[in-house]
């Protein structure tokens, strides 16, 4: 019971602390931060449904979530309410999901992959060419945000964070109810063991359609905070690229776990949008050492060249994304929360080991 | 001759010319993704980067005398009339758009080949993973040519005995297309040969059909995914530089080569060269055509057949039955 108790302590205790971000984090930036990364974690948790919990691995989710964004924003620039633009998005995105699902579910492994990505570039596609319909590479601008209960989300950011979060605990909530449902057994019992679940007589088929469409309104949920959030969406959303973001989210954060997918988001979008503060960091860090080893005269010259360096990837977000993906897959493939609790046990194991060596040399093994 | 297809064509004879030469292109360019692919059992997913480094490679070489200068060339400094008159020819050598192309798909062999046998060798059998890390090594590349070689695209001119026209009666065929076109399928007959006619090619085609019987009969399938890796990223190279006067080389043209070359592997099926062939030409026509008489859908045109290939007939349109 004891134990039982921890996690419940430890999550009360986080969703206190972002309950008060608004307080301590003080400066707006770092408000509309943390609501960008908690849709995104909505948004990883949408995704992990199919990758971790159904070893679907989509390519395509960005199409998706572009289709609930897109939706609202044409309605609401056609003239139509916020209700109806809200339901039509979720309307159109399940739609989509379903779409998706009956075509990709021809396959799974590689071929769930390939036919994933092709739908997802026909959405972006459309998105990008069909500047009748969606205004191409310019995007769709709205007005205003909804104004739920009579409380306006317009002006502070703060209010808007509090929405987010408002959503955010229901889908974190709804993600835990899935994961210990019976539904969620049998999923994972689909990704596990197909063949047997369908001697069992279950319908993987059916299973994996319905986690499908389970993914797809998560996915529309994230995509309406997302247009609501920026009050504008471009192409951009829809693409290869943002996919791939979505992807890198959930398997940096540990697949098939509830926490693993925003722990990703926060890693993704916090990099993504504070690289070069960190840049920024890290140089004079490396700066200040490389005086302090190299002495002032060459340490000074490494300085420059750490700068220069440094400076040179402050903005090249790809390029880390890239390095972050390929050092992620090749050495923690878990995981980057399992991968490195895996890697510091090892660590420590070997240190210890090798103190039980020195102190006992000529023991036997 | 009355059949709407010919008329369509002859209606758009400079479409016509375009996406056979598009398509020979993308032979290039897909012929060693399909043998990846067909091998290896993964879509190569930094295809197209190898296609747009192997052409950042090509326009650099073809530009060196004028980043170095002709007349005072840095080596005559050094090593006196000799070595300037040697610098000078090794640069002549080097600029020639032939000696150039081939020199970036030698240097993109070893790229691949290092690629292979140090990152995708380590996750060896996880093709989930290995598709996910192609995934990531192609945002790093794309980032790197853009420090690199900036924003600004690049577009060669065609090697001088190759610009100009023919003339056929009122028609005009560009000749640097035509030559395309010649390339296309000079390297189609020297696979085909490569494939089906030496023992390397035995080799792949027993690899490609069934690895693991391969290795029992003693095949080092290890070493062929080295090979074949490496072919194909030179391939892609080759096809790039090939490529630039008629694309010029710009960011993000990996990311519009990729799809294609996995539409046409998907239509003509994964490991067919033949496929590779047909495909290649169907999506030279369906791209050209798509983006002239439906810009809006253009995308729609191009990845519609691949999604309705993968769904009806997951092994391609000229791929094995089974598998």
């Known amino acids: ?365 | 001759m009355n059949h709407w297809i010919i008329q369509l064509l002859t209606a758009n004879l400079t479409l016509t010319v375009n996406s056979i030469a598009f398509g020979g292109l993308l032979f290039l360019l897909s012929a060693g993704f399909s043998l990846i692919f067909g091998l290896m059992r993964i879509p190569n997913l930094m295809h197209g980067s190898f296609f747009m480094l192997g052409a950042y490679f090509g326009v650099t070489l073809l530009n060196l005398p004028a980043f170095l200068g002709d007349g005072d060339f840095r080596l005559g400094a050094y090593f006196g009339e000799t070595g300037r008159a040697l610098g000078a020819a090794l640069l002549a050598i080097a600029s020639n758009f032939w000696v150039a192309a081939l020199a970036s798909a030698a240097a993109m062999a070893l790229i691949g080949a290092g690629i292979e046998r140090f990152l995708l060798r380590r996750l060896a059998g996880e093709h989930l993973a290995q598709v996910l890390l192609t995934l990531g090594l192609s945002f790093i590349i794309s980032d790197l040519c853009l420090m690199i070689w900036t924003g600004d695209p690049w577009q060669p001119t065609a090697p001088a005995e190759l610009r100009g026209a023919v003339r056929a009666g009122t028609m005009i065929f560009p000749l640097y297309r035509l030559a395309v076109v010649a390339i296309a399928v000079v390297v189609a007959a020297a696979l085909w040969v490569m494939v089906d006619w030496t023992r390397l090619g035995a080799m792949i085609r027993a690899g490609v059909d069934d690895a693991p019987i391969a290795r029992v009969v003693g095949i080092r399938v290890s070493r062929l995914f080295t090979l074949v890796f490496a072919l194909g990223a030179a391939l892609a190279a080759f096809a790039g530089v090939v490529g630039a006067p008629i694309l010029s080389v710009y960011p993000g043209l990996d990311g519009d080569m990729l799809p294609l070359a996995l539409i046409v592997v998907i239509l003509g099926g994964t490991g067919s060269l033949p496929g590779a062939l047909a495909g290649s030409f169907l999506m030279g026509f369906l791209y050209n055509f798509g983006q002239a008489k439906f810009p809006d859908l253009a995308y729609v045109i191009l990845f519609l057949p691949m999604v309705l290939v993968l769904v009806l007939r997951p092994q391609g349109l000229f791929g094995k039955g089974g598998s």
């Open chain 1, 1 to 365: 019971m004891k134990i039982g108790l921890a996690p419940y302590g430890a999550l009360g205790l986080a969703f206190l602390t972002l309950a008060m971000l608004p307080w301590w984090a003080g400066n707006s930036y770092y408000i509309d931060l943390a609501s960008q990364i908690l849709l995104f974690a909505i948004f990883a948790l949408a995704l992990n449904v199919l990758v971790g919990y159904g070893g679907l691995v989509s390519i395509g989710h960005a199409g998706l979530f572009a289709v609930s964004g897109y939706t609202a924003a044409l309605m609401l620039q056609a003239g139509y309410g916020h209700a109806a633009a809200v339901g039509a998005a979720v309307l159109a995105t399940l739609t989509a999901s379903a779409v998706f699902a009956v075509l990709a579910l021809r396959a799974t492994g590689i071929g769930f992959l390939m036919i994933t990505l092709a739908l997802g570039q026909i959405l972006w596609g459309i998105a990008y060419r069909w500047a009748a319909l969606t205004g191409g590479d310019n995007g769709v601008n709205i007005a205003a945000r909804p104004v739920p209960f009579g409380i306006s989300l317009a002006d502070a950011p703060s209010f808007y964070y509090y929405a987010t979060l408002a959503v955010f605990v229901v889908a974190l909530a709804a993600m835990a109810a899935f994961e210990r449902s019976p539904f969620g057994a049998s999923l994972r019992g689909t990704r596990d063991q197909a063949r047997r679940m369908t001697a069992l007589g279950y319908n993987v088929w059916l299973i994996r359609f319905l986690a499908f469409l389970f993914s797809g309104f998560w996915c529309s949920v994230a995509g309406l905070l997302y247009v609501y959030n920026k009050l504008f969406i471009s192409p951009q959303v829809a693409g290869l690229q943002a996919s791939a973001e979505v992807l890198l989210m959930v398997i940096s954060g540990g697949t098939a776990t509830l926490l693993g997918p925003v722990a990703g988001a926060a890693l993704v979008i916090s990099v993504k949008y504070s690289l070069n503060v960190a840049a920024e960091a890290l140089t004079v860090v490396l700066s200040a050492l490389a005086m302090y080893l190299l002495g002032p005269s060459l340490g000074a010259d490494v300085a420059i060249v750490v700068k220069g360096a440094l400076n040179a990837v402050a903005t090249r977000w790809n390029l880390v994304l890239g390095v972050v993906f390929v050092t992620i897959i090749i050495l923690m493939p878990e995981g980057l929360v399992p991968g490195s609790i895996r890697l510091w046990r090892t660590a420590s194991q070997r240190l210890a080991a090798s103190r039980v060596g020195k102190i006992r040399p000529g023991a036997q093994p």
